[in-house]
């Protein structure tokens, strides 16, 4: 039997890597930064960890406090063996947001990281100050999934899917091509990371069932309740900044531009050259002055980035 690869954490990561024990699940995320600057909770997307923002962490905690769980299921946090709806990650995530007991965060999410800062927004307004969207939203539109994605929807054929991956390492490094604008053109040391963290992906067997249990969970929210989240959606009043890239292939450019359209004045969608599925890897840099220009450092509600455009 093949033992799991171990989900190391990268070398700047380590001093802010923390563990915190929930109801159901323990949860492994980082925490940087001083606790008495603005916060920013990072949720990462479907299949990934918390260490897909290794490049924006380390400059962010010079005027922010970083929070970046593994989402359950996926790296070193604990999880069930199924059942892993939108629903299931927003719940844990509040759970996990009452555990340490945060306050006027800003939520960062990507892909569906921004569809589970949504369903927080909408849940915990209260405590959300604004939220960044990258490369994704809920569904406020019903549709099929892409036929691409149909044989990992089949239970039993997705699995076999991903099986049949862990015979090669190159195959399974060139699985993360359509997610990058251009894989090659990431530093060799990115790539070297992501050579390793795919492979270990594929052999981590938490992580394999969570990342099909999600698919299709997202497969059957796109088709039976796209009206329901645009309801909820609509009724939303947190500022909200949609980014994505240009090159993206993963995600449906028309429903982040429909839903900058139902938030009516409290969303704006901006769009980035160069750049694929992955801005926090392609374009860090970018990344670190858009959140820095949105979200100023120690600045409170009444100063926020929709309010300063909208007086101006």
């Not at 070398?11 to 323990?26: G, H, K, Q, S």
């Not at 604990?78 to 009452?98: D, H, K």
């Not at 009043?237 to 890239?245: D, E, M, Q, V």
């Not at 860090?284 to 100063?303: M, N, Q, R, T």
Request: hydrophobic share 40%; aromatic share 8%.
């Amino acid at each position: 039997m093949t033992r799991n690869p171990m989900m190391d954490i990268p070398p700047t990561l380590v001093p802010y890597a923390r563990r915190i024990a929930l109801r159901d699940l323990e949860i492994f995320y980082y925490d940087a930064g001083s606790a008495t600057s603005p916060t920013l909770f990072l949720i990462h997307g479907l299949g990934d960890e918390a260490d897909t923002w290794r490049a924006i962490i380390p400059p962010l905690t010079q005027s922010y406090r970083i929070i970046a769980p593994d989402l359950p299921g996926f790296g070193r946090s604990s999880g069930p063996n199924s059942g892993y709806s939108l629903t299931f990650f927003a719940r844990a995530m509040a759970e996990f947001i009452a555990a340490l007991g945060l306050q006027q965060v800003t939520l960062v999410g990507h892909s569906l990281g921004a569809m589970i800062a949504q369903r927080l927004s909408i849940g915990l307004p209260h405590l959300i100050q604004q939220q960044i969207l990258i490369s994704g939203c809920l569904p406020i539109k019903r549709q099929w999934p892409p036929r691409n994605l149909w044989p990992l929807l089949v239970p039993g054929l997705g699995e076999l899917i991903l099986a049949s991956m862990q015979r090669s390492r190159e195959l399974a490094f060139l699985s993360l091509r359509p997610f990058y604008y251009n894989l090659y053109n990431l530093p060799a040391r990115e790539q070297r990371f992501l050579r390793r963290r795919v492979w270990a992906r594929l052999h981590h067997a938490r992580q394999r069932r969570a990342t099909l249990s999600a698919l299709r969970w997202l497969a059957v929210d796109a088709l039976f309740r796209a009206d329901q989240y645009l309801d909820l959606v609509s009724e939303c009043s947190i500022p909200t900044i949609l980014i994505a890239g240009e090159h993206d292939l993963i995600v449906d450019g028309e429903t982040i531009e429909a839903t900058e359209v139902v938030l009516e004045g409290h969303g704006q969608y901006l769009h980035l050259e160069d750049c694929g599925h992955m801005p926090q890897q392609e374009c860090p840099d970018l990344i670190c002055e858009l959140i820095a220009e949105l979200v100023p450092a120690g600045h409170d509600d009444e100063s926020s980035w929709l309010n300063e455009r909208s007086d101006g």
